[in-house]
T-cell receptor
Framework: AQSVTQLGSHVSVSEGALVLLRCNYS??????LFWYVQYPNQGLQLLLK??????LVKGINGFEAEFKKSETSFHLTKPSAHMSDAAEYFCASSGSGGYNKLIFGAGTRLAVHP | DTGVSQNPRHKITKRGQNVTFRCDPI?????LYWYRQTLGQGPEFLTY????????KSRLLSDRFSAERPKGSFSTLEIQRTEQGDSAMYLC??????????????FGPGTRLTVT
């Protein structure tokens, strides 16, 4: 069965520092992978996605993620954190061959301090 | 494109009461998903529809839960005889499936249920 593991339920960085949020997936075949962001009392907004092709994907708000099949990882990075990046981030996977139901990780809450 | 909308945004109910939530997907989207998110956890899949057909249900969806999408547009999720463990955020998402290829899912703002 597919599963998604996010390492670190809370991450705290200084404004301007590198953001690194970790995600590992478990699947017998490479799935489609997603990062979503959730602000308080709001729904989920898609940051970026990996389906096939280029393993480094760029998303909105300066975020990017790299799919590494050998490490079964899809870590999210941003070179320089802004205060507005403070939110909860979810990694998710769906079955390969199409976008189907999403399997989410438990989430990582990112705090950005001055 | 008005996005996915959900009503109500918040619902407080007493244990044992029935509640119903509504989701209006993006107008041209033929797939509609329901997820449940409890505090400190990621969303968990409950069920999804393709047009009016309910194609998959999670084991999380007990017999107290029922979802419908009668005309292939909006959907309702009903919980009968609510329990405190039902307290959660209920999220709806929609997508467009064409020729076996499905788009990404767009999420609504959610309905937060509190059972007292």
């Amino acid at each position: 069965a597919q599963s998604v593991t996010q390492l670190g339920s809370h991450v705290s960085v200084s404004e301007g520092a590198l953001v690194l949020l970790r995600c590992n997936y478990s699947s017998s075949v490479p799935p489609y992978l997603f990062w979503y962001v959730q602000y308080p009392n709001q729904g989920l907004q898609l940051l970026l996605k990996y389906t096939t092709g280029a393993t480094l994907v760029k998303g909105i708000n300066g975020f990017e993620a790299e799919f590494k099949k050998s490490e079964t990882s899809f870590h999210l990075t941003k070179p320089s954190a802004h205060m507005s990046d403070a939110a909860e981030y979810f990694c998710a996977s769906s079955g390969s061959g199409g976008y189907n139901k999403l399997i989410f990780g438990a989430g990582t809450r990112l705090a950005v301090h001055p | 494109d008005t996005g996915v909308s959900q009503n109500p945004r918040h619902k407080i109910t007493k244990r044992g009461q029935n509640v119903t939530f509504r989701c209006d997907p993006i107008s041209e989207h033929n797939r509609l998903y329901w997820y449940r998110q409890t505090l400190g956890q990621g969303p968990e899949f409950l069920t999804y529809f393709q047009n009016e057909a309910q194609l998959e249900k999670s084991r999380l969806l007990s017999d107290r839960f029922s979802a419908e999408r009668p005309k292939g547009s909006f959907s309702t999720l009903e919980i009968q005889r609510t329990e405190q463990g039902d307290s959660a955020m209920y999220l709806c998402a929609s997508s467009l499936e064409v020729g076996g290829r499905n788009s990404e899912q767009y999420f609504g703002p959610g309905t937060r249920l509190t059972v007292t």
